[in-house]
């Protein structure tokens, strides 16, 4: 699989975007301070005046990729039994004001095991089935500005560290072949797993027997180190074991105008 057309990031434009995590969305205030100060999580009991004039920080998008396809399904699981870790994700969506975003259409897609996406199967030197949709999907935020998507830890292609892309929409309207039209498109960014618990995951089948030499997140072309504001997810594992899976979690903000 080559992964070429994502070797050098792209910046697709700058955004009012703040990624956090470890506080709920009603938690996070940000002084309206010069440019490069850190957000803070604060007791949310001071927090509603500040929150209502919060300016949340400016951070760019990072590249689509070359394998994004139109026409993504409207589901909260997109595994299709595919083998793989399980990986639940609850990915919490705010607008520059820190307000959540209900009925935001969070879309993912990534490879699986053996580093193969569908609609590209091949592209990793392995041959299996290609229906064009697995690992491929996205879902509603709830009234809490929520999304939860079940789907597979993902494996890894030539060039490229473990990763998963994501868009937010908002304004789509559900259509009846379980898919997704118009809508306004906030958000292009990937999210990232921590190294620690990637190399775990690497040594159990089915993504032991991938071959191809695995790029770490610090040796990506993508990730900058930015941790949770570059798309680092918070990992916490489901079970005593890492076969049990992990959940993952982040706030993405995102400006609506």
Known sequence: MTDTP????????????????????????????????????VDTADTAPVAAAAVCTLTKEMTEGPYYLDGALVRSDITESKPGIP?????????????????????????DALGEYSGYVGNNGHNEADDGTFLRGG???????VANITTIYPGWYRGRCIHIHVKVHTGVTLTSDGSFTGGTELHTGQLFFDESITTKVAAISPYS????????LSQDSIY???GASSGLLTLTALGSSTSSGYTGTLTLGVSQS
């Open 6 to 41: 994502e070797a050098t990031p792209t910046q697709i434009g700058r955004r009012t975007v703040l990624i956090a995590t470890g506080v709920t969305a009603a938690g996070l205030a940000v002084a309206a301070a010069a440019p490069g100060s850190t957000p803070t999580a």
């Open 87 to 111: 990986l639940k994700l609850a990915l919490t969506v705010v607008n520059s004001a820190c307000t959540v975003i209900p009925n935001a259409l969070v879309e993912i897609w990534h490879c």
């Open 139 to 145: 879902v509603l935020t709830n009234s809490s500005g």
């Open 209 to 216: 027997t991938n071959t191809v030499t695995r790029t770490t």
């Open 224 to 226: 900058d180190g930015g």
